[in-house]
């Protein structure tokens, strides 16, 4: 079972910074299947980024994720008011299907 | 439009069942592997099931294996949760969600959810 390991739990910055959130595995990650998901108080997750780096569809250019094997992050490379939430990293394609236990962006 | 809807959530006392269902339109259903995610009130999501798009492949997490049976219905587009002997710890938000691919079979993580449907274990 791969253990996903996301530190700090919380980051506090201000629109318009540049926000890197990681994300760590326990082990190797096989074909990068790592998802990163956002998600706003009542509401469900969205994809934003699958295959470790890929953005999903709709998804602004201002996010992107990197890394593989078991170091990866998902990078907001300007944040704007609508980005604070908070981000989940997932291993997927094969079970268990672990999440991350998240990180929480908030205003500084 | 693409869209999966959850119900059957509701009050259960522990040790008692309840069977959550999953009405997906707009795509073709029976191509897509399908998860159910749940979240405990002010935690994390944790995944619970997945079963594979002809339904011959179903796994689980450790935490629900043999309490909880993941099945779908591809000639009604419906995926269910059966969902025996629950305890305090299932208290949860329980969302369905489809597992996207491309044409090569690479999977694209989960990218259509469901609106999530509420379960409280509770005497």
């Known amino acids: 079972e791969i253990v996903l390991t996301q530190s700090p739990g919380t980051l506090s910055l201000s629109p318009g910074e540049r926000a890197t959130l990681p994300c760590r595995a326990s082990?190797?990650?096989?074909?990068?299947?790592l998802a990163w998901y956002q998600q706003k108080p009542g509401q469900a997750p969205r994809l934003l980024i699958y295959?470790?780096?890929s953005r999903a569809p709709g998804i602004p250019d201002r996010f992107s994720g990197s890394g593989s094997g078991t170091d990866f992050s998902l990078t907001i490379s300007r944040l704007e008011p609508e980005d604070f939430a908070v981000y989940y990293c997932?291993?997927?394609?094969?079970?268990?299907?672990?999440f991350g236990q998240g990180t929480k962006l908030e205003f500084k | 439009q693409v869209q999966l809807v959850a119900s059957g959530g509701g009050v259960v006392q522990p040790g008692r069942s309840l069977r959550l269902s999953c009405v997906a339109s707009g795509f073709t259903f029976s191509n897509y592997g399908m998860h159910w995610v749940r979240q405990a009130p002010g935690k994390g999501l944790e995944w619970v099931a997945v079963?594979?798009?002809?339904?011959?492949?179903?796994y689980y997490a450790d935490s629900v294996k043999g309490r909880f049976t993941i099945s779908r219905d591809n000639s009604k587009n419906t995926l269910d949760l059966q969902m025996n002997s629950l305890t305090a710890e299932d208290t949860a938000v329980y969302y369905c969600?489809?597992?996207?691919?491309?044409?090569?079979?690479?999977?694209?993580?989960?990218?259509?959810w469901g609106q999530g449907t509420t379960v409280t274990v509770s005497s």
């Open positions: 295959g470790a780096s």
């Open positions: 079963i594979w798009f002809d339904g011959n492949g179903k």
């Open positions: 969600a489809r597992e996207d691919y491309d044409s090569s079979g690479y999977l694209y993580g989960l990218d259509v």
């Open positions: 997932q291993h997927y394609g094969s079970s268990p299907y672990s």
């Open positions: 082990q190797s990650v096989s074909s990068n299947y």
